[in-house]
């Protein structure tokens, strides 16, 4: 059994107040990032015609959906997936495969494994569908049948960067790092450029306190990705904990340009200005984090705290309320996955005053 190594308490942003919060950190989106488009095999039955060759979909609906996914947009696949049902395409498991990451994506587990299982049982031979049985196992929590899925995936397709990289991702979600980090330097063995195996190489050694070694990874994915807003945040956060406050804000920021979207980076942002005593500036960003995320628990604590500073009482205790509402709910959630593997175990305060 893989024992769990207990969490970071790195002492800011996200990793010290308890983040179980669905759907963010590097968290879906950098899994879903973090795993580029497979070239789509050849193998197994013939395509009908609204597929053409390399598996790009002909059906503009399709299309859309496809993007909606790798968009990580949950609202645009909800509605482009109600706008392919009822299409006699149940059959294909291209579509079944694509409707599975969408499902995952909406946080309907058993309906995107059922669709997968459908693909899989129409073409077992195909690795792609079974790294996705992989990645929703794994975005659900369930590691052990993540890891059986990719050691399946393995043997359709050996030696594959891929299928290296997501073992080391599910070992680190277990907590065995060392076994996580093997995995992400044979990633790097097999492509060099696989620049997210660095990144999560960097990760570790932010755990495992070893700052100096995590600078170093973490500045050889920038250097390779330099418009990758995951990485400066993560950057930014290791700066912060090597107390460089300035160029931990410029990193941030610099990530809020990247992507402005990302509630995590927002939040982050808003506790670094809260620490310059920017209030107002901190309140912004704070209120702006859980506008995208509303179930940002997290987010709403820190809110009160700041309104709290500024004299807002009647909004610092809104926010409270907000954050227990918040609270009870994600615990109700499935945790997301890389986010809860670096959330520190502290219980949070049970008063933002």
């Known amino acids: 059994m893989v024992s769990t190594a207990p969490w970071l308490r790195f002492g800011w942003s996200l990793l010290v107040a308890v983040l179980s919060i669905t759907g963010s950190l590097v968290s879906r989106k950098i899994l ?29 609906a399709l299309r859309r959906l496809e993007k909606c996914v790798e968009d990580n947009d949950r609202s645009c696949a909800e509605a482009a997936l109600r706008q392919v049902h009822d299409r006699g395409i149940e059959a294909n498991p291209d579509y079944l495969d694509l409707k599975a990451r969408a499902l995952s994506l909406l ?31 794994q ?23 891929e299928t290296l990289y997501s073992l080391g991702m599910s070992f680190f979600l277990l907590g065995a790092y060392e076994r996580a980090a093997k995995h992400f330097q044979q990633t790097l063995g097999l492509d060099p450029n696989y620049h997210r195996a660095a990144f999560m190489l960097g990760i570790i050694d932010m755990i495992q306190f070893r700052l100096a070694d995590a600078k170093v990874q973490l500045e050889k994915a920038i250097a390779a990705e330099p418009k990758n807003p995951f990485f400066h945040l993560y950057y930014g956060i290791l700066l912060k904990r090597l107390g460089d406050n300035s160029d931990a804000l410029r990193e941030v920021v610099t990530a809020k340009g990247l992507n402005p979207s990302y509630a995590l980076t927002r939040f982050n942002l808003g506790l670094l200005l809260r620490e310059k005593g920017e209030y107002q ?18 987010a709403y604590y820190q809110l009160g705290l700041v309104c709290h500073r500024l004299g807002m009482e009647a909004e610092s205790q809104n926010a409270y309320e907000e954050f227990e509402k918040a609270k009870a709910e994600e615990d109700r959630e499935s945790k997301d996955p890389l986010e809860s593997a670096v959330s520190g175990s502290e219980s949070q305060p049970t008063s933002p005053h």
């Open 32 to 60: 879903a990032q973090s795993n580029p488009k497979e070239t789509i095999q050849t193998d197994g039955p013939e395509k009908p015609e609204m597929l053409v060759e390399g598996a790009q979909f002909a059906d503009p």
């Open 107 to 137: 946080h309907q587990k058993d309906d995107a494994l059922k669709a997968v299982e459908h693909a899989l049982q129409l073409n077992p031979q195909k690795y792609r569908y079974r790294m996705t049985e992989g990645r929703i196992y």
């Open 139 to 161: 975005s659900f929590g369930d590691q052990k049948s993540a890891i059986r899925s990719f050691l399946l995936a393995d043997r359709l397709q050996p030696h594959s960067a």
């Open 281 to 298: 500036a901190a309140k912004l960003e704070l209120e702006e984090a859980v506008r995208l995320r509303p179930q940002f628990s997290a």
